[in-house]
């Protein structure tokens, strides 16, 4: 196990009705003048931003709105934030979404007390000095934001899509009501699901050994996707398989299951050039690239992907041929991702293969790799693409 | 799943060599004047002593030392140290050792801002309005105290055994090295994995249904546990084993694998009368009640039961004959421990049958029951007392 330091300090205050006391945590964390940071109109009119601000008001708490986040968050909303944020001397964020709200609330957190330009901690990976604090009323089980310091920004100018990750950028405290996921679409519910089984994967396939503790717990999660996800796809209004997907979603991103290992995000790389590029949501982006990323790299390792297909697809060893077991577990995988209502090609995703040059292009390999599970250059990032462009069941 | 909040905002710094920066985690918390608190001679003979104070003084933080905690740790010598922190003007607490250092100064943390008794707290669960900070450098994995807010004091008169538990005495940081836990006498050793695989089923026996993800997380951890121990029992200086153990045995009590779901702790109460009485290892008094508690209670869920048969254990479901399952479980369990080297009866842990009695008598049930995953009566307390007293392979 490699050395490590992990300090996941969010209070998570999860169950029925627990967005009633968003007002409650807000003073808790010494907010008074709060953001409420959303995205479409659907949490207007669901009455969720009225039940929000009605529990702010309760506790004298004032506030300002600022709607409008997108998939795929841009630069563009996080400027008007930070300006509302400063003109409005607000001192807390208060998201009420999933990964875009509380990404885009990170980003703003970072830029409002800080000179420059926001932008410049994704480009540089530069280590922030101060940060406003943030809440958390989470919607969707998928990006595991309301549990990690990461954020993911898309620059308009260029369709750039970079991360960024601090342990400032934590939230103060996190809202959990599965009730409030229960009116998803399925497609929304399952590109979460795909979302939180890649942060797994990506922990998953790392070349640490002997790291059996974060590997059973990884499975763990993974294990509880593969029963509950089908359920809540069948049953929307299912509350025990929406509460375990979505504690599930908050553990495989705080990374209480990913320390002391190398860890990949080639996936999650490759993939933002695709939602980058067709504003394809990130879950569906993951399921067609994440299997072909496995069926690419499975080499490196096979007897680590046919632990997986053992462990979590239930497949039966092949001591002769373990690579045999592990493709298994790879065509488990993206069977169980079209079950759901996953693309698992580029047709289905909407992406073009003749655009293969344009995303190895703009991912910026270069001569050099990509560092990983398994390094990556420019040749193997676009076999991975084709693999991911014409794959079938 | 049951509604819940959690907050395990504690700092993990792990790995080798970490020992050497707790004064750079000192600093970083607060402290100026620090008091710490270890055990028996042997963190002082190791040089483990030495080491923490050069980095304590490396960092120009002041210090007095406070040794001789014992295990089963008693009331007299937290008074020693509030009596010590107040005259010294002690700002944060600093425990070098496992389960009995740091439940001791979580009680010192409690006393020292407190007018009256810090038993008052054990005695009644009240809530604190302050503590001191503590700051942990483990140096077995066992006990779980450097992730929870939980803490178990001895009274000396009469042999009193009480827990108490707040989020507010959780470790601002725990300094985590595997390899301080490789001197550890093999005994202790296993000791501490049957405390660790405890802490999971008290949690993993719940009323609670559908809670696939911390079902999941707790099979993970435990495992890990059936993996490794056995490792570590043969070769004491298998860091990687070391190094599974002691994270599983942060995450097997931190609760971010029992979170919404009823928990049981009955194990833990009929245990803490065989080491008040008899004053043995708290994880040896454990591994013999544990599965004597299981044998007892398996019929109030035997389904449970036979999960963990075949998901821990590796038993195959017998689909005619559920409770045959349960029961191979409860027997590979109770081999586990003897294997590596626990007693499994009254005998080999040095009690006796004739005392059943008084120890249920000392548990205080009287005519009532006590609560958890199957209620019980005191001559459920007696008979399953009874089933360890004679329990065999």
């Known amino acids: 196990m490699d050395n490590f330091q992990f300090c996941s300090p969010t209070e998570f205050v999860f169950g029925k009705g627990s967005e009633n006391r968003c007002g409650e945590f807000v003073k808790k964390y010494g907010g008074h003048k709060v953001l409420v940071h959303y995205g479409s109109g659907s949490a207007v009119r669901s009455g969720l931003i009225d039940r929000v601000t009605a529990s702010l008001k309760a506790e004298n708490i004032d506030y300002c709105l600022l709607g409008g986040v997108r998939p795929n968050p841009r630069d563009t909303k996080v400027y008007e934030g930070i300006e509302l ?35 410049d901690f994704y480009e540089t990976g530069k280590a922030p000095e101060k940060v406003l ?19 993911v920004i898309t620059k308009e100018n260029g369709m750039l899509k970079r991360g960024y990750g601090s342990d400032m950028l934590r939230s103060k405290f996190s809202i959990m009501d599965p009730e409030l996921t229960e009116t998803l679409p399925a497609y929304q519910t399952a590109c979460g699901a795909a979302d939180i089984m890649a942060h797994v994967f990506e922990r998953y396939f790392t070349n640490t050994e002997e790291v059996e ?53 080639n996936s999650h790389g490759l993939e933002h050039e695709l939602s980058g590029l067709y504003d394809c949501a990130h879950g569906a982006g993951l399921a067609v690239i994440m299997p072909a990323w496995m069926e690419y790299v499975r080499g490196h390792n096979v007897m680590r992907f046919a632990q997986a297909a053992v462990r979590v697809w239930g497949c039966q060893m092949d001591f002769q041929d373990p690579d045999r077991t592990a493709l298994e577990g790879i065509y488990k995988f993206r069977k169980f991702l079209h079950e759901i209502g996953m693309p698992i090609n580029f047709a289905e995703l909407g992406a073009k293969e003749e655009d293969i040059p344009v995303l190895v292009e703009k991912l910026g390999v270069g001569s050099g790799k990509r560092p990983g599970f398994m390094e990556l250059s420019a040749e193997d990032v676009a076999n991975i693409y084709k693999i991911a462009a014409r794959a079938s069941l």
Not at 91 to 113: E, N, R, T, W
Not at 239 to 251: C, L, P, Q, S
């Open 213 to 265: 503790i974060t590997d059973r717990l990884c499975e763990a999660v993974l294990l509880t996707m593969v029963k509950e996800t089908p359920r809540v796809i069948a049953d929307p209004h299912c509350y025990e398989a929406r509460a375990n997907i979505m504690w599930a979603g908050t553990v495989a991103h705080n990374n209480v299951i990913g320390v002391g290992r190398s860890q990949d995000w």
């Open 85 to 119: 944020c400063r003109r409005e001397n607000i001192d807390m964020l208060l998201c009420v979404g999933g990964g875009s709200v509380i990404d885009s609330a990170k980003a703003i957190a970072l830029g409002v007390p800080y000179s420059g330009d926001f932008w």
């Open 133 to 151: 604090p943030i809440g958390v009323v989470l919607t969707i089980a998928a990006a595991g934001s309301e549990g990690s310091g990461d954020t």
